[in-house]
């Protein structure tokens, strides 16, 4: 049987300044307390020890019951039906548990009275009251100079009256209310009333003063905060920052939670330089369809001169069992919205936004396809479009693929309509028709597989120059087949090697298409799985002539404890047997010489789960030169530790990703460091930097810390320095952020600057590739 003590009441405090000292040495110490201790804790211990709050009754008593159950070292009961308990009395039903020295409870009415303390708990509350009248049927009462704390979210204070209204609702009169354990708040909402709703779980507080480190800071007449873990309306966390462009900001997100798959966040941002800026977010989550609205306004900028303002709409989903729809539109009011009010690289360096809308249907051996595709190109500040080259527009294409169902021999027809358009420049349709005949077969330790094809492609120009031919075409007949073994061998260690050799060869038809315009064809980087591609180029103006033969190994290295892949090794090259003719206007393939491509090779090494690296190599032996190169490490673990060093080298960077005809050759050599340090259970670092090695500039440098001295709040506090343009100005800011726990829910962390990626070389093919 539990033994009941009398609890203490904590006083009332007044308004003590805390020194930051006192906080760097009383930490929340929820993860010293054994897990024994943890469970049954009593209210008082709950704000010395923990963090979060466990029930005061032993789980199994917490279980509903039908009849009413009364313990005590003495007990009378009259006829009446009045008794009369005293000595460690224990009275519990349906869920409900009552402990008292002293408790009177009447059979009829329910009710039961305490006057020398009383600790009532029922799911979700713990209270300990110095006198209490309760109706255990209705689960009402009320309870006098009382200590409340809630199980769910570990919000905790005092009340001078605490009344009961049933359902899981409390009122609170003259109370006080935080997350912090311990008699030393970090912070505290002190009201007149707090109203707690269970089953909404929200709290309302009324006349109400926050109090951070016992000064008062904010006094409003009302709050709304929540009471458990569930998504709630309500102030996400504020984001405070410095910039030179914009001045002091402030950002007060305000979350929306409409229904299940639907929620909203309204964004006030204040740019002293600028004016105040609303955004606007809307999320919907559907079985079948997923999407999201975006929209950003700022009228009269102080700086710019005229309104601002941003529209996103993204969606994708299906339709019945075969359709699916995805659309993506993005517009902004002037071509330097993203360079003055983003936040960061990845956001200013933005030059096309696309405009997107395509059906699909698929079936078996069956897929149609229609797009319509613009863009809108911004120009640099300068107002030139030097390397920001207007894409053409689709409006629209149509794409149909089939193949049949049969093994191993098959056939497949792939067509496609595009009707082109651009302003000041030629355009027009192009239709791009290509049977294939193919016999394929895999047995496990080796496979191999051929292919013909015929394609057929014709132009029906618009705005071609004077005497030039508006109809063009181009055959081109192709064959490929590939084939490969797959070897493995047990090393002595118990080891798993595999080697696997493969070769493949393609044939391409050459047609002379340099009369052909380019609407939609680049060059991608050479990785390894390209050496294995149908065509040198992206797209379908051009295909690349080709007698050639690929050879390619991987040899993987497999940990039999796990069968986790520890190295893993490619290494690749194409040989051509006749010279390459097909090229793009006054540029050629990266990565291919007269006949023979680069060697490509890769490698990753992964020692431990949680140490990692890579380096990849791109070699023109003819040359005697890399013309790509990259090398990466780093370590990662469970308690948040993270560093990542880079270093990238990519010669003709510019002229394989953003390819203006007239513009200089670049070469992109940057280091990356990233790092995510934890320096104890309060403190944790983060930190990202950038540098162009060819430039001699930093392209981003960001620093940060995380303070959180307890469960109930924490600080975040950044700054970042980024290029915002091409003429590699710089904009600096100062992000700053609070987190009182329990007041609301955490917003966007400003943490995630870190993965804002800066230059992504990795992704093959980059930007847009138009002349």
């Known amino acids: 049987m539990l033994r009941f003590t009398r609890l203490p009441v904590l006083p009332r405090r007044s308004a003590v300044f805390w020194p930051l000292l006192a906080l760097l040495v009383s930490p929340c110490v929820f993860a010293e307390v054994e897990p024994s201790q943890r469970a049954g804790l009593t209210v ?50 349906d869920g409900q548990a009552l402990e008292a020295p002293e408790l009177n409870y009447n059979r009829k009415t329910s009710r039961a009275t305490a006057e020398k303390g009383l600790l009532y708990y029922r799911p979700g509350i713990n209270l300990s009251a110095e006198s209490a009248d309760v109706n255990i049927n209705e689960e009402t009462g009320r309870f006098g100079n009382t200590q409340f704390a809630l199980t769910e979210n570990g919000g905790r204070g005092h009340a001078e009256r605490v009344e009961s209204l049933g359902a899981g609702m409390f009122e609170l009169h003259v109370a006080d209310y935080s997350t912090c354990p311990g008699e030393k708040k970090a912070w505290r909402l002190s009201a007149e009333r707090i109203e707690l709703d269970q089953q909404e779980g929200r709290g309302e507080a009324f006349d109400a003063v ?31 920052g410095l910039s030179g462009r914009n001045g002091f900001e402030l950002a007060t997100p305000y979350y929306i939670n409409i229904a299940p798959g639907r929620d909203a966040t309204v964004t006030p941002r204040l740019l002293t330089k600028r004016g105040v800026q609303l955004g606007g977010e809307f999320r919907y989550l559907n079985p079948h369809s997923v999407g999201r609205v975006v929209g950003e306004y700022l009228p009269s900028d102080s700086a710019f001169g005229s309104d601002r303002s941003l529209f996103q709409f993204e969606h994708v989903g299906r339709f019945g069992r075969h359709f699916g729809i995805e659309a993506d539109y993005t517009r902004v009011s002037d071509d330097e919205y993203f360079e003055d009010l983003g936040s960061d690289l990845s956001s200013t360096s933005q030059s096309q936004l696309e405009r997107a809308l395509e059906l699909t249907f698929a079936a078996t051996g069956v897929r149609f396809s229609a797009l319509v595709r613009n863009f809108q190109t911004l120009e640099d500040d300068r107002g030139t ?25 098959y056939v497949g027809l792939d067509t496609q309509f595009s009707n082109f358009q651009r302003d000041d420049s030629v355009d027009g349709l192009r239709y791009d028709v290509r049977p294939r005949l193919g016999l394929g077969t895999d047995r496990g330790y080796w496979y191999a597989h051929s292919e013909a094809s015929y394609r057929y492609t014709r132009y029906a120009l618009r705005d071609t120059p004077t005497g030039a031919d508006d109809t063009l075409d181009r055959q081109i007949p192709s064959f490929s087949t590939e084939s490969g073994l797959r070897f493995e061998r047990l090393l002595q260690n118990g080891w798993l090697q595999t080697l696997e050799p493969r070769v ?63 190295v893993n090794l490619n290494l690749g090259r194409i040989y051509g047997f006749s010279p390459i003719d097909v090229r793009l206007p006054q540029r ?50 469970d308690a948040g530790r993270r560093l990542d060093v880079g270093y990238r080298y990519y010669r003709d960077f510019r002229a394989a990703s953003v390819q203006s005809p007239t513009g200089p050759f670049e070469t992109l050599e940057q280091t990356d460091i990233l790092l995510k340090l934890p320096v104890s259970q309060r403190l944790k670092l983060f930190g990202r930097w950038n540098y162009s090695l060819e430039n001699s500039q930093s392209v981003q440098t960001l620093g940060g810390l995380e303070y959180r001295p307890s469960c109930c709040w924490a600080m975040r506090g950044a700054w970042q320095r980024f290029v915002r343009n091409q003429e590699g100005e710089y904009d600096t800011g100062i992000f700053f952020q609070i987190e009182l726990t329990g007041l609301g829910r955490f917003g966007d962390n400003i943490e995630k600057l870190l993965d804002r990626d800066t230059v992504d070389t990795d992704s093959g093919f980059n930007g847009f590739l138009y002349p």
């Open 44 to 93: 008082t211990q709950a704000h010395e020890f923990a963090c979060s709050i466990k029930p005061i009754i032993p789980p199994a008593a917490a279980d509903a019951k039908p009849t009413l159950t009364l313990t005590a070292d003495q007990a009378t009961l009259d006829e009446n039906g009045q008794a009369s308990a005293s000595g460690s009395v224990r009275l519990e039903k």
């Open 385 to 409: 479009q030097t390397f920001r080259l207007e894409p053409y527009e689709r409006l629209p294409q149509a794409q149909l693929s089939l193949k049949s169902p049969t093994a191993p021999l």
């Open 504 to 566: 493949f060869y393609l044939y391409n038809g050459f047609d002379a298409q340099d009369e052909l315009p380019v609407f939609d064809t680049g060059i991608p980087d050479l990785r390894f799985d390209r050496l294995f591609s149908d065509n040198r180029f992206v797209g379908r103006d051009r295909i690349g002539d080709a007698n050639q033969v690929t050879l390619g190994l991987t040899s993987r290295f497999i940990d039999p404890d796990d069968g986790r892949t520890v």
């Open 588 to 637: 050629s393939p990266i990565g291919f010489g007269e006949r023979h491509s680069d060697i490509v090779a890769n490698a990753e090494y992964a020692p431990l789960r949680n140490l990692y690296s890579s380096l990849t190599l791109q070699y023109d032996p003819e040359d005697a030169r890399f013309n790509r190169g990259s090398v990466r490490a780093g370590y990662r673990d």
């Open 210 to 240: 926050l109090r951070v480190f016992e000064w008062p800071v904010f006094y409003t007449p009302y709050i709304s905060f929540p009471i458990d873990d569930k998504r709630h309306t309500g102030f996400l966390l504020p984001v405070i």
